[in-house]
């Protein structure tokens, strides 16, 4: 076999064996190295081999951590690691040319804070899917990386390119170079050693307590969740909830899109609704107990009004949100989901993408139109002036989209999401392995309700203290105490990744430059 062709593969398979939820984090400080030995080691002119060998790597790793989508959409799934891949394999190139025409140790930085610029394109752009962003990897290993709360998961990013380059140049030589070796191994511990230390110096405050019970209701999305009423949705829940009520109660939390029967709850009427009646009738018989739960909400317009987002029905323009609300209040407190899965809820760059592809990509159970999204980061208020990010689903991957919530006043994050279209698979696993990582960078307590699993609780360390297993029907009551508190990742967001976006785009000038200069 071709010894690149070999390295190419031994990079996809480290890739994929160090990410969550396979448990050997560890692995991610070699898996870059064989690919870079690729980098360096390939002739100038085979440009199209050199090519093909980063973009298998890529499409393997991708495809060995992100297969399962294709049981929501093997459409999506493909389209997911061919246009990744892609993306993986242009920074690669990039950084091939920033060598030939700087010098290696600056291609070394270009592809470090390249990398990262990337990741940052991917939390921004119509195309956005950061499930890949490296910082992710250490999900799994939280007590490693309890310093997220400064640097957020490109500080993780940062970190694994040191290592990696450290190993790479330590390996590159003919002869053992034990200075080298032992800088990989500070360059592992010192981190280490400093998550520790923040670890043990964290303290939550000593707020007052609320108590939250979290459903799970197990429906199959395919079969079920679609075709139940909602009034028979609400008493369903009731009856799965009622038994880990206490009354101290101060919150019931259901998952994402629980009530979806027909085009949805239209909005402007949901507090007047048969559905909301039912719903506060039952909160009534309870005491002050609030229901915090996932909903389909639509709006019409008419062709005046219309928004860039409606959809047309005959006569009418209608936008479908995927929302939150919170009973209880009046005025209602909604939250129309911002993040949307690309492919499921919007169609990215619909105006070219759709005379192509029609609606191929968004036939899902449920989702008969690409949705709308909100434009704030808004947080409800309990009963108890508690304030709660109200989270849906992917919103929780997306580590300095979450900080908005807590700099607008969220005291502990609420996470609603429906896992099951997935099926038995890591998708739902790795979904809440990241969302660990916005306990981290918060130190915030997060609450978890998901359809079919897993729902959890999660605390100010990144931990889970108690959840309920994929697939099983049930309910959980928990005592969490809010936090009032700004970190300085919440503060200062993403300052690694714009940072390394100004230093690749400096390189690259550079060699832009460099190369007409050598022309003129």
Known sequence: ????????????????????????????????????????????????????????????????????????????????????????????????????????????????????????????????????????????????????????????????????????QAVRGTSFELRKFAMVIVAIAIPICISLLVYSNHKPQNNPTIEIAI???????????????????????????????????????????????????????????????????????????????????????????????????????????????????????????????????TLPYKEVVEPLLGNIMLDLGGTVRSRATGSERSVFQLHSETKVAPIICYESVYGSFISGFVRNGAEFLAVMTNDAWWGKTPGHRQLLSYTKLRAIETRLPIVRSANSGISAVIDTYGEVTQQIPYLERGAMSSTITPQKRITFYVLYGDYIARLSLFISSLLLLLAIARKKLIFR
Request: charged fraction near 10%; charge should be negative.
């Open 215 to 345: 459903a799970q209701p197990n429906i199959d999305p395919y079969e079920e969740k679609f075709v139940a009423s909602d009034i028979k949705q609400s008493k369903s829940l009731f009856e799965l909830i009622i038994p880990e009520l206490t009354p101290s109660t101060d919150l019931i939390l259901a998952p994402e899109t629980y009530f979806t029967e027909g085009f949805g709850a239209y909005m402007p009427n949901f507090l007047s609704s048969p559905l909301y009646q039912t719903i506060q009738d039952e909160l009534d018989q309870i005491g002050t107990v609030q229901l915090m739960s996932g909903i389909q909400f639509y709006q019409v317009y008419t062709e005046s009004t219309k928004t860039t987002s409606s959809n047309q029905f005959g006569n009418q323009w209608v936008d479908f949100y995927n929302s939150a609300f919170l009973s209880g209040t009046n005025p209602l407190q909604v939250y129309h989901k911002s993040k949307l899965v690309v492919g499921v809820e």
């Open 1 to 168: 076999m071709n010894s690149n062709l070999f390295k190419s593969i031994l990079s996809a398979v480290l890739l994929t064996f160090a990410w969550p939820i396979n448990g050997f984090s560890v692995l991610i400080f070699v898996a870059f190295v064989p690919l870079l030995q690729v980098l360096y080691n390939q002739p100038t002119k085979k440009s199209k081999q050199t090519t093909a060998f980063f973009f298998l790597s890529f499409f393997l790793w991708n495809l060995g951590i992100s297969w399962w989508i294709w049981n929501a959409s093997p459409f999506g799934m493909w389209f997911a690691v061919i246009v990744n891949s892609w993306l993986m394999t242009i920074v690669f190139m990039a950084t091939r040319m920033v060598i030939q025409r700087l010098s290696h140790r600056a291609g070394l930085l270009f592809l470090t804070t390249f990398w990262m610029s990337f990741e940052l394109l991917h939390l921004h752009w119509d195309f956005s899917w950061p499930w890949f962003q490296l910082g992710n990897v250490f999900s799994e290993t939280t007590s490693w990386i309890q310093w997220y709360e400064y640097t957020g998961v490109f500080g993780g990013s940062l970190w694994v390119w040191i290592v990696n380059i450290l190993c790479f």
